[in-house]
């Protein structure tokens, strides 16, 4: 009793242990149809994934139903594809049906149907990948270029047209990490260009049906591109040696110009030029000598030194031939005045001249003539009278316009008178010569027994500053006024200087009468009547020395024009129109018939030939002055 | 000056001795045209019919995604084709010979024309307006394809018959004997709707696939080259 009880409850255990145990055994999970491929379009595969097996042994089965046909099939071939895969073969494959494919899976408990799956077998081709696959290396004009060929996938039947494959290769070098992808299309060939000299190149190729899916890659065939860098290289090379020549050029051009681009690029700055300036005087820091050297003996000047130094760069040479020749026998004491006599150009420039020579070559070529002579020692003393100036601008003094009538207008004086300079050099030396040579031309011109000689120099200071002053032109009239009452001032002082050395050397064997003052009538225009209208210079009547006063009035002669014995004509406009004849007598006699207070000098030539200057000029130094008052 | 007269005469030249020579082509090759080469008939075809599959599986898979579930499915399980005996698979085709695959692709042909038409009428007059503008349009086109590319296989295949590689086949088969009278009502489930439009484009789409494949073999059979 006691043994079939136990007997009992063993079974008891036996049946329920597992349910204690809590095991459970169900029927299978449903599988799933994971893909179906076919290779070629002629097979094809299916695969699926079963489901839980539910503890106990499953197995699975394929059915399948073709289209418009209620038959069912089983899967012919389990295992060719593998596990859990259906094989059709060609003999099962129809092309264009449409399978209805469900994947079951049994146990002992039950089982399980997956969800059918329709397949048309022309829409699941996915081929294999091409085969016997080809890459070379091949030159087109010395450049290398990669040709890949493949066959393709030797299930795929393209020969008959059963299957239109289209291909697909990627290339890349062997350290990089993206593919270049470039499609084929139905060609089995393909180049490829551009390569890296020396690099390492991978190729893989692959196909697909028109509708279809893409094969897998096919091995990667590995190429070594060989290296023309050489070829490169030289080229380099080529270019640097040519580079390297080039900039060789160039720097030997530089340096041969250096010089010049210096002075195109950075052009000199002109430093200061003091004359008498010492640069290692100031460097040895002895300040007294720099400054002593600096300082011009001479400046400001006091003397008549140097000043023809100081006019000779704005003298303006123009010199006829005559007139050289002229003034040159000027020099020679025993030259003549003759020869002096009718030159018809100027001693001057022409061009400073208030083209004086032009108004009165026709009528007064004495005049001229006269008026050189009368230049070169006036010239002289003004001049020197100018340096006294302030204010006077020494180029406009000296300065010629050919244009300008008178460009020495400024001081109301005919610019000629610096350049009679210019071809007497020998004046400019020292204040000596010139004063030798202002005597000399005096003398010459009173050495001929034609010349006049002037009266006595008790009159020459009371002259004072007298002035010829061949204004010719209307051109700066204006100018005249303010400034020749200044110049006639100084004038008359550096006259009186002359004078004064004209004085010392009287007994030299000159006639008193060279020594007379130079006087100076300005003249302030011509009329067109050929007549040089001047202007007299009120100056300190009466005195003998010292300076002389200022005019007190502006009282014009007018020359009325040339006789024929040379002479001036001066007529006397202020009062009356009378006729100057040219000598002293009768200009003292017309000096009488003035004004008191007008005292005219007049500065009359006395003999044509000499005392008349070629630029018409009237020469102070050879006229009769008489000091009236 | 000189150099823009030297340029111009240039393109002058250029334009003279590069025209492009134009002459009308014709199949049959009657005087004064050009009459294409067997190869080129061939690959204007295969092209065209590939083209054709291409509209109408855009045009199915448009249709496709307002059918949940139904995936790939034919309502009626038939196309009204189905008279027209196919070949298949490979083998099936190579048997059956140059002159039957052309009639067979012939008959393909000719039995979609008509309901193509249909269907364009049919989904413009679709209440649902499930269709846009880029499916009318294709439905239009294929309908039109259809008839090209049936007068350029007959074309494609009396030339070769000229050249003699194609041998006396049935001649233009009428569709009527192998294929319903009314086609598209063919495919009508009750009222006309759109389940009635995807299948036939399913249909459509198999059998240009087949007329495409056909023609790829016809061509390799009969010009073995460099594609085949």
Known sequence: ?629 | MTYSLLVACGLVYMELSMRVVTAPICAYGQAGCHAPSLADLFERVIQQSSRMHGISSDLHSELEQYFFPRKNVLGKHKCHTYGILTPDDKENAQRLGREQLTDVILSLLAAWSDPLSQLHRSMSQDQNQNFNDHSYSKALEISDMVHELREGVAIMAEKMKLLGVLGNTMGYISPESLVPSSAFTFYKQGELNSVDHHDLLYCFRRDSNKVKNYLQILKCTILPGLDC
């Open chain 1, 1 to 629: 009793m006691k043994k079939a009880v136990e007997l009992v409850l063993l079974l008891l255990l036996l049946f329920f242990t597992p349910h204690i145990m809590g095991k459970r055994y169900s029927p299978p999970g449903k599988p799933t149809l994971t893909r179906c491929r076919s290779p070629e379009k002629e097979t094809f595969t299916c695969w699926w994934e079963p489901g839980s097996d539910g503890g106990l042994p499953t197995t699975h089965a394929l059915y399948y139903r073709k289209e418009s046909s209620e038959r069912v099939y089983e899967c012919p071939d389990y295992h060719t594809a593998g596990e859990n895969s259906c094989f059709f073969n060609k003999n099962d494959t129809s092309i264009w049906v449409n399978y209805n494919i469900t994947v079951v899976a049994t146990n002992t408990l039950g089982s399980a149907f997956s969800d059918p799956v329709d397949v048309d077998v022309v829409y699941i081709v996915k081929p294999n990948p091409p085969e016997k696959q080809t890459v070379t290396i091949m030159e087109d004009k010395g450049w290398p270029f990669l040709r890949v060929s493949w066959e393709p996938p030797q299930k795929a039947d393209t020969r008959s047209g059963w299957i239109t494959l289209i291909y697909e290769l990627r290339v890349k070098l062997e350290e990089e990490n993206e593919w270049e992808m470039h499609l084929a299309g139905h060609q089995k060939t393909f180049n490829i260009f551009s390569l890296r000299s020396g690099g390492k190149y991978l190729v893989e190729v692959r196909c697909k049906p028109d509708h279809g899916f893409w094969s897998e890659w096919s091995s990667t065939s590995y190429i070594k591109v060989p290296d023309y860098f050489h070829r490169e290289k030289s080229v380099w090379i080529l270019l640097t040696i040519f580079s390297a020549f080039i900039f060789l050029i160039l720097t030997w051009l530089l340096h041969m110009n250096s010089r010049s681009l210096k002075n195109c690029i950075l052009p000199p700055v002109p430093g200061p030029k003091i004359k008498g300036f010492d640069n290692q005087l100031l460097k040895n820091g002895k300040s007294d000598e720099i400054f002593s050297a600096l300082m011009v003996s001479n400046f400001p000047p006091t003397t008549s030194s140097n000043y023809e130094d100081l006019l000779v760069e704005y003298l303006e040479v123009y010199v006829p031939v005559e007139q050289e020749l002229m003034q040159e026998e000027s020099k020679d004491l025993h030259g003549g005045c003759l020869k002096c006599e009718r030159s018809t150009s100027d001693s001057d420039s022409g061009r400073g001249s208030c083209d004086s020579h032009t108004l009165l070559m026709d009528k007064c070529g004495e005049t001229k003539e006269e008026g050189r002579h009368t230049d070169r020692a006036s010239s002289r003393m003004l001049t020197e009278a100018q340096r006294h100036q302030k204010g006077w601008e020494k180029d406009t003094l000296t300065y010629a316009h050919g244009d300008m009538v008178s460009p020495d207008m400024s001081n109301g004086r005919v610019k000629t008178w610096p350049s009679v300079f210019s071809p007497l050099p020998q004046y400019s030396s020292n204040p000596l010569d010139k004063q030798s040579s202002l005597e000399m031309a005096k003398q010459h011109c009173l050495s001929t027994s034609s010349c006049l000689t002037q009266p006595g120099h008790s009159t020459k200071e009371a002259l004072g500053p007298s002035n010829w002053d061949f204004c010719l032109g209307n051109k700066q009239p204006h100018l005249l006024h303010p400034q020749t009452q200044v110049g006639r001032q100084l004038q008359a002082h550096s006259e009186v200087n002359i004078s004064n050395i004209g004085r010392k050397q009287a007994p030299a064997g000159l006639q008193s009468p060279a020594l007379r003052s130079t006087e100076y009538v300005e003249v302030q225009r011509v009329n067109e009547e050929d007549l040089v209208l001047l202007q007299p210079v009120v100056s300190g009547c009466g005195r003998i020395e010292g300076y002389p006063q200022m005019p007190k009035g502006k009282d014009y002669s007018k020359v009325k024009g040339v006789d024929s014995d040379n002479m001036l004509l001066l007529q006397r406009e202020v009062m009356e129109e009378d006729w100057w004849t040219g000598n002293c007598y009768t200009s003292s006699t017309v000096n009488t018939t003035q004004k008191p207070t007008a005292c005219i000098h007049t500065a009359m030539p006395v003999q044509g030939d000499m005392a008349l200057a070629m630029n018409g000029y009237v020469d102070t130094a050879t006229m009769c002055t008489l000091p009236t008052c």
